[in-house]
């Protein structure tokens, strides 16, 4: 029963570097989201998708692009990653209905750090 | 609660003790209210879920009240247990374009005394 799944889980990478973060879920959800997590901070909407081939900007966007071909994987891509760019990435994915218990459902994260 | 800079509000409780974490929001669209908790390196995970048209629902040992005249909601846990040692995320959705993305709160640290 894997859920949500990320790869990588760690990765090290230096300022100008390109990489790819692979969301993939298995529960057949329409909805699949990126987020970033900062110490103390909450978590804040990247960029997210309502379904194959759809994508839209969230809160705070610029730096990363996003893709989704198929259905059950979600694409996370830093073009040319900065320090900033330093933090703990979720990928998240939920059903189209919103009635309880439909709710959103996280993977384990991604650590990332530019140096 | 809201955050200061980057320290979390932090609640410490007793192992046995009833816990209360709050949330309050700012949307009066808001019609769905989520609480996650989030263990050290681990995704937030799914406690309990309340619609805007309910004022409280129970789950086991977590029971959610929703106050939509001061735009509040909290999480009461029961008899808390050091396994509740968390970090506490409400998050609200409401319609936007057609879709219903979910916005977190900063997150509340639960620290469970033994």
């Known amino acids: 029963n894997a859920g949500v799944t990320q790869t990588p889980k760690f990765r090290v990478l230096k300022t100008g570097q390109s990489m790819t973060l692979l969301c993939a879920q298995d529960m057949n959800h329409e909805y699949m989201y990126w987020y970033r997590q900062d110490p103390g901070m909450g978590l804040r909407l990247i960029h997210y998708s309502v379904g194959e081939g759809t994508t839209a900007k969230g809160e705070v966007p610029d730096g990363y692009n996003v893709s989704r071909l198929k259905k059950q994987n979600f694409l996370l891509g830093l073009e040319s990653a900065a320090p900033s760019q330093t933090s703990v990435y979720f990928c998240?994915?939920?059903?189209?209905?919103?009635?309880?218990?439909?709710?959103?459902?996280f993977g384990e994260g991604s650590w990332l750090t530019v140096v | 609660g809201e955050n200061v800079g980057l320290h979390l509000p932090t609640l410490s409780v007793q192992e046995g003790d009833n816990s209360i974490i709050n949330c309050a929001y700012s949307n009066s669209a808001s019609d769905y209210f989520i609480w996650y908790k989030q263990e050290s390196g681990k995704g937030p995970q799914f406690i309990i879920d309340i619609r805007s048209n309910m004022d409280k629902r129970q789950g086991q040992r977590v029971t959610v009240l929703l106050n939509k005249t001061v735009k509040h909601l909290s999480l009461q846990i029961a008899a808390t247990q050091p396994g509740d040692s968390a970090v506490y995320f409400c998050?609200?959705?409401?319609?936007?374009?057609?879709?219903?993305?979910?916005?977190f709160g900063r997150g509340t640290s639960l620290i469970v005394h033994p």
């Open positions: 998050a609200e959705t409401h319609a936007s374009g057609g879709s219903y993305i979910p916005t």
């Open positions: 998240a994915s939920s059903s189209e209905d919103r009635a309880p218990g439909n709710t959103i459902y």
